[in-house]
């Protein structure tokens, strides 16, 4: 999937063990912009998707990595 501020792919990440569910291919991908956003010089932005979709699950990961 393209990085839209480079154009470059995101990185693929693994969960975290201390995770018990799986998971999924979209929430590993918003996982993967947010690590990227932290290291950028901006460190932050919005992720906004549908209702319901994991981003609480997928900003725990970001947390505990």
Same mark, same amino acid.
């Not at 990440?13 to 932290?38: A, D, I, N």
């Given at each position: 999937? +393209? $990085?839209?501020?480079? *154009?470059?792919?995101?990185?693929?990440?693994?969960?975290?063990?201390?995770?018990?569910?799986?998971? #999924? +291919? $979209?929430?590993?991908? *918003?996982?993967?912009?947010?690590?990227?956003?932290e290291?950028?010089k901006?460190?932050?932005?919005? #992720?906004?998707?549908?209702?319901?979709?994991?981003?609480?699950?997928?900003?725990?990961?970001?947390?505990?990595?």
């Amino acid at each position: 999937v +393209p $990085f839209i501020s480079t *154009g470059q792919s995101l990185p693929e990440v693994e969960q975290p063990v201390e995770l018990t569910l799986p998971l #999924l +291919p $979209f929430q590993r991908e *918003g996982l993967g912009w947010m690590m990227e956003q932290e290291k950028s010089k901006h460190c932050g932005g919005i #992720l906004a998707d549908e209702m319901g979709m994991g981003k609480v699950t997928s900003f725990y990961c970001l947390l505990s990595l």
